[in-house]
């Protein structure tokens, strides 16, 4: 029977479980954007776990590498191969109080070491 509405006769509506165009075909279409939702999700969660593993990895190669290096021997080392020339003048000059104030120029040269 038809329902009223302020003396108006309306159809009955469908039930609420009954969703519009619940067709098998639509039922299908949603399934499989579904699926494909759920098989991206997982394909970047697998994603995010590679990318941890490889800075874990990375991270404990390069903090074994510094706990094994003697920065300091390095260091003398590299100075030891060099040969640091330097040519300085400094010039104290007057200025109008009568203060004076330095005026220098310098040159320095790096260059490795011949050993002889």
Known sequence: MPEQDHGVATEPSPPPDAAVGDEPRERIDRGISD?????????????SRGKSDIVR???TEVRSWLDK??????????????????KAEIR????????????????????PRQDR
């Open 35 to 47: 699926f494909v939702r759920r098989a991206v999700s997982a394909g970047l969660e697998a994603a």
């Open 57 to 59: 990895v990375a991270t």
């Open 69 to 86: 290096l003697d920065l300091d021997t390095e260091i003398i080392k590299a100075l030891s191969k060099m040969v640091l020339e330097v």
């Open 92 to 111: 104290f000059r007057p200025t109008d109080t009568g203060k004076l104030v330095p005026d220098a120029t310098g040159e320095m040269k790096i260059k």
